[in-house]
């Protein structure tokens, strides 16, 4: 099946800077990727839709400014936290969908990203 | 109101048994897809199964099947013969059409520890 990887899986960074996470279709053009965010014991939290080649769509309540979201080409999507604090630190997950706008079409998941802040 | 509900916040089985995790959805359009993840706690989402709208026999992949109840608005996912390795977050989710095909909406999840 379609696979997607995402690295790191662990981070640990200092507070103030940044960290970027990379989300990776490898056997599928992802012209959509989705972040997001979860908590321990809550369900996934949508952050933003990455459309290659054009600015990320940011949910209510996400900052644009603090995740900065790029997707470069069809097969690449970064995450980068800016000026991170330790509020900041949680599990991060990005994830592609097969292309088409079939509600068939499944979404693949990274492995996820363990943040921490210290 | 909630697009996926998963009404059981933690559930326990017995090895070899079989165990339902309930959900329920909502949604008026006519064409979705429904679809039950997986999470252990190494935290990867990993997909199980799939049952379309209009699909009329309940999806099966392996030892996991989907009781597909259209009228009631039910996707309950069935494991047959629990083993050790099921325990995990198990998460329902829905996807509807929209003009970016990109409506994707998750439960609650389910935890599931399977007892020896």
């Known amino acids: 099946g379609a696979v997607v990887s995402q690295h790191p899986s662990w981070v640990i960074c200092k507070s103030g800077t940044s960290v970027k996470i990379e989300c990776r279709s490898l056997?599928?053009?992802?012209?959509?990727m989705f972040w997001y965010r979860q908590f321990p014991k809550q369900s996934l939290m949508l952050m933003a839709t990455?459309?290659?080649?054009?600015?990320?769509?940011?949910e209510q309540g996400v900052e644009k400014d603090k995740f900065l979201i790029n997707h470069a080409s069809l097969t690449l999507s970064t995450l980068t936290v800016t000026s991170a604090h330790p509020e900041d630190s949680s599990f991060y997950i990005c994830?592609?969908?097969?292309?088409?706008?079939?509600?068939?079409?499944?979404?693949?998941f990274g492995e996820g990203s363990w943040l921490t802040v210290v | 109101a909630q697009k996926i509900t998963q009404t059981q916040p933690g559930m326990f089985v017995q090895e070899k048994e079989a165990v339902t995790l309930d959900c329920t959805y909502d949604?008026?359009?006519?064409?979705?897809?429904l679809f039950w993840y997986k999470q252990p706690s190494s935290g990867e989402m990993i997909f199980l199964i799939y049952?379309?709208?209009?699909?009329?026999q309940n999806a099966t992949e392996g030892r996991y099947s989907l009781n597909f109840q259209k009228a009631r608005k039910s996707a309950n996912l069935v494991i047959s013969a629990s083993q050790l390795g099921d325990s995990a977050m198990y998460f329902c989710?829905?996807?509807?059409?929209?003009?970016?095909?990109?409506?994707?909406?998750f439960g609650t999840g389910t935890s599931l520890t399977v007892i020896p």
């Open positions: 990455s459309n290659e080649g054009s600015k990320a769509t940011y």
């Open positions: 049952q379309g709208s209009y699909d009329e």
């Open positions: 949604t008026s359009d006519q064409s979705y897809g």
């Open positions: 056997d599928f053009q992802a012209t959509t």
């Open positions: 989710a829905m996807r509807e059409p929209s003009n970016t095909g990109n409506q994707f909406y």
């Open positions: 994830s592609a969908s097969l292309p088409g706008y079939r509600v068939g079409n499944t979404i693949y």
